[in-house]
T-cell receptor, first 110, second 113 residues
Framework: TQLLEQSPQFLSIQEGENLTVYCNSS?????LQWYRQEPGEGPVLLVT?????EVKKLKRLTFQFGDARKDSSLHITAAQPGDTGLYLC??????????FGKGTMLLVSP | ETGVTQTPRHLVMGMTNKKSLKCEQH?????MYWYKQSAKKPLELMFV???????ENNSVPSRFSPECPNSSHLFLHLHTLQPEDSALYLC????????????FGPGTRLTVL
């Protein structure tokens, strides 16, 4: 049973478009992280959200943690080809190790 | 550059070979991890070391043997692997085992023939 469901699995858009990807679970997490993984590289941490309802912004990326701390979303405004990559969410319960979703593969074409 | 390096970046081996993957972190972290990343699957945690002691082993076959000689270095020794073990093997580190912000290396792409 996968604890973290990410959707969509794959997204192909044109430069300049906006998009939202989702990370959902039936479990409560103490914190949730988003990573981006580019081809041939390891995942790179983008943000950690801790408080239910929390919103964090990183340039054109907006991350939100659900009120119940079971889900999260990532919104990208005016996507650019450099945003291409695999977006992974990972949840933590207390001090336990992370549980990862399968990821959303984003392709932004010029 | 995340401060975590892995070698080799690519490895092709036969099922009877013995090889080792190496990971080094330059961040002063106390915890290190091995993950397996296969297509269409979530990252699978294999081993966790905290202050050079193994704290977690997620039912990984004995053909994978980790070694952590100090807090900066982590090895994964491979022997008698199967084709289904082909995957991207990622090393990560964090400040402490209870700090969830992990820094990943670029991975070793392993192909078992």
């Amino acid at each position: 049973t996968q604890l973290l469901e990410q959707s969509p699995q794959f997204l192909s858009i044109q430069e300049g478009e906006n998009l939202t990807v989702y990370c959902n679970s039936s479990s409560v997490f103490s914190s949730l992280q988003w990573y981006r993984q580019e081809p041939g590289e390891g995942p790179v941490l983008l943000v950690t959200v801790v408080t239910g309802g929390e919103v964090k912004k990183l340039k054109r990326l907006t991350f939100q943690f659900g009120d119940a701390r079971k889900d999260s979303s990532l919104h990208i405004t005016a996507a650019q080809p450099g945003d291409t990559g695999l977006y992974l969410c990972a949840g933590a319960r207390g001090y336990s190790t992370l549980t990862f979703g399968k990821g959303t593969m984003l392709l932004v074409s010029p | 550059e995340t401060g975590v390096t892995q070698t080799p970046r690519h490895l092709v081996m036969g099922m009877t070979n013995k090889k080792s993957l190496k990971c080094e972190q330059h961040l002063g972290h106390n915890a290190m991890y091995w993950y397996k990343q296969s297509a269409k699957k979530p990252l699978e945690l294999m081993f966790v070391y905290s202050l050079e002691e193994r704290v977690e082993n997620n039912s990984v076959p004995s053909r994978f043997s980790p070694e952590c000689p100090n807090s900066s270095h982590l090895f994964l020794h491979l022997h008698t692997l199967q084709p289904e073990d082909s995957a991207l093997y990622l090393c990560a580190s964090s400040q402490d085992h209870d700090n969830n912000e992990q820094f990943f290396g670029p991975g070793t792409r392993l192909t078992v023939l």
